[in-house]
């Protein structure tokens, strides 16, 4: 009888809400075209990188999750898991992982959706966990910007759009627990939140201005089905307790120990782990406790760099730690290091090419001043821990020009769905 109730009165809630803002239901024409930018962005995935560096279909692909109308919204599978189970005594903080949703397009290509939950200028609480933190939609735009200046490609197509929230989530979605959490504030603003922190914190929700709210979206990968992905835990995991410290934080020659496990004794899947502690440490990133890769490229594959929203938050800390795979196996791939000799360059400052590319998002200024230049600063310290490790070591066993990096860095080859 409770739950009868309970649906009765979500229903009556929508109703009066969509009465109170006029509300009408459209419905967007359907039609599935192989030309889709989502379709041949999934085509060109390549054992080189989620896409290749002269391929059009990546600002295409962009331009659509832009403008597109969605035809549906939903909670992702793993909010859908933590629905129900909602224990309110653990919420300790307000957690972005809360607040993400799947919204689908008139193309039938879909993207995750975070929306807004801290102004640019804010920075993150110094005494917040990394694993309590917000997630922050610009992050994610920034950090598929820079992971794509720095020629890793392993970020998928990521764009910051204003979402009316009424017409592009609340109108289209089917799901009756996410109308059941959206409402009118007294200053007549559309929010909702995740049903969990709605029970017990309403403090945390999301709103509209009065409709429009700010959001990343980021391209879905193809289908598990099409292309299997590992999930493995990242070696140099930190603890996700308040107290605590895990074997890396206290043995300067973990490193060694990794190295002799499979399969960092045996390919290149150490220097990708480095590749991506470099990524996290120049973006902030703590929260990397795992890394996915697709089965078919095999153990020399590339780790996708996935769910980067807790990147960005404090311009003025570096997080030394999070280089401790460069620091304490002191190995580094060509590539990545001429392309950080690069962009350290006056000519080719990284704080400049980000600022220029970013210019490109809606959403811009994506990054506050001080973040940005943040980035010279952090580079500044990779660089100077690789010519410490070079002086130590020697750079012949430093600097690794593995036979996989001198093959043709963008043939197109090997690809994903072939």
Same mark, same amino acid.
């Given at each position: 009888?409770?739950?009868?109730?309970?649906?009765?009165?979500?229903?009556?809630?929508?109703?009066?809400?969509?009465?109170?803002?006029?509300?009408?239901?459209?419905?967007?024409?359907?039609?599935?075209?192989?030309?889709?930018?989502?379709?041949?962005?999934?085509?060109?995935?390549?054992?080189?990188?989620?896409?290749?560096?002269?391929?059009?279909?990546?600002?295409?692909?962009?331009?659509?999750?832009?403008?597109?109308?969605?035809?549906?919204?939903?909670?992702?599978?793993?909010?859908?898991?933590?629905?129900?189970?909602?224990?309110?005594?653990?919420?300790?903080?307000?957690?972005?992982?809360?607040?993400?949703?799947?919204?689908?397009?008139?193309?039938?290509?879909?993207?995750?959706?975070?929306?807004?939950?801290?102004?640019?200028?804010?920075?993150?609480?110094?005494?917040?966990?990394?694993?309590?933190?917000?997630?922050?939609?610009?992050?994610?735009?920034?950090?598929?910007?820079?992971?794509?200046?720095?020629?890793?490609?392993?970020?998928?197509?990521?764009?910051?759009?204003?979402?009316?929230?009424?017409?592009?989530?609340?109108?289209?979605?089917?799901?009756?627990?996410?109308?059941?959490?959206?409402?009118?504030?007294?200053?007549?603003?559309?929010?909702?939140?995740?049903?969990?922190?709605?029970?017990?914190?309403?403090?945390?929700?999301?709103?509209?201005?009065?409709? @429009? %709210? &700010?959001?990343? +979206?980021?391209?879905? /990968?193809?289908?598990?089905? #099409?292309?299997?992905?590992?999930?493995?835990?990242?070696?140099?995991?930190?603890?996700?307790?308040?107290?605590?410290?895990?074997?890396?934080?206290?043995?300067?020659?973990?490193?060694?120990?990794?190295?002799?496990?499979?399969?960092?004794?045996?390919?290149?899947?150490?220097?990708?782990?480095?590749?991506?502690?470099?990524?996290?440490?120049?973006?902030?990133?703590?929260?990397?406790?795992?890394?996915?890769?697709?089965?078919?490229?095999?153990?020399?594959?590339?780790?996708?760099?996935?769910?980067?929203?807790?990147?960005?938050?404090?311009?003025?800390?570096?997080?030394?730690?999070?280089?401790?795979?460069?620091?304490?196996?002191?190995?580094?791939?060509?590539?990545?290091?001429?392309?950080?000799?690069?962009?350290?360059?006056?000519?080719?400052?990284?704080?400049?090419?980000?600022?220029?590319? @970013? %210019? &490109?998002?809606? +959403?811009?200024?994506? /990054?506050?001043?001080?973040? #940005?230049?943040?980035?010279?600063?952090?580079?500044?310290?990779?660089?100077?821990?690789?010519?410490?490790?070079?002086?130590?070591?020697?750079?012949?066993?430093?600097?690794?020009?593995?036979?996989?990096?001198?093959?043709?860095?963008?043939?197109?080859?090997?690809?994903?769905?072939?």
């Amino acid at each position: 009888m409770k739950e009868k109730a309970e649906r009765k009165s979500t229903v009556r809630r929508h109703k009066i809400y969509k009465e109170q803002f006029n509300l009408t239901s459209w419905d967007p024409p359907l039609q599935l075209r192989p030309e889709a930018s989502w379709v041949q962005f999934h085509l060109g995935i390549n054992s080189h990188g989620l896409y290749s560096r002269s391929s059009p279909v990546v600002s295409k692909l962009l331009h659509d999750m832009r403008h597109f109308p969605t035809i549906s919204a939903d909670y992702s599978q793993d909010e859908k898991a933590l629905l129900g189970a909602c224990d309110c005594s653990q919420i300790v903080k307000p957690s972005g992982v809360h607040l993400k949703l799947v919204l689908r397009f008139s193309d039938f290509g879909k993207a995750m959706f975070k929306p807004m939950r801290q102004q640019r200028e804010e920075e993150t609480p110094e005494n917040f966990f990394y694993f309590i933190d917000f997630q922050r939609h610009n992050a994610e735009v920034a950090a598929f910007h820079l992971d794509r200046i720095l020629d890793f490609r392993r970020v998928p197509p990521t764009v910051g759009r204003l979402v009316n929230v009424t017409k592009e989530i609340l109108e289209v979605t089917k799901n009756e627990i996410l109308q059941s959490v959206f409402f009118v504030s007294p200053a007549n603003n559309v929010c909702f939140f995740a049903k969990c922190p709605y029970m017990c914190k309403t403090e945390y929700a999301v709103c509209g201005n009065p409709h @429009l %709210l &700010e959001g990343s +979206l980021s391209a879905f /990968l193809p289908s598990l089905n #099409l292309a299997p992905r590992l999930s493995v835990p990242n070696p140099w995991i930190r603890s996700y307790s308040l107290s605590g410290k895990e074997e890396w934080e206290l043995n300067p020659l973990y490193c060694d120990t990794v190295k002799q496990i499979y399969p960092y004794n045996s390919s290149n899947r150490l220097l990708g782990i480095i590749d991506m502690a470099i990524f996290d440490f120049l973006i902030g990133n703590m929260d990397r406790h795992h890394y996915e890769m697709f089965t078919k490229f095999g153990d020399d594959g590339y780790l996708i760099h996935l769910d980067n929203a807790r990147g960005f938050g404090r311009h003025s800390q570096d997080e030394i730690s999070i280089l401790a795979p460069l620091s304490q196996c002191c190995m580094i791939k060509q590539k990545t290091l001429l392309h950080l000799q690069l962009l350290a360059q006056a000519d080719y400052r990284l704080s400049d090419v980000m600022r220029e590319s @970013l %210019l &490109e998002d809606q +959403l811009a200024p994506v /990054l506050t001043e001080p973040h #940005l230049l943040a980035l010279d600063r952090r580079l500044q310290i990779i660089l100077k821990t690789v010519e410490d490790c070079i002086e130590a070591h020697g750079e012949q066993r430093v600097v690794a020009d593995s036979p996989a990096q001198r093959s043709a860095p963008d043939s197109g080859q090997a690809n994903l769905t072939s």
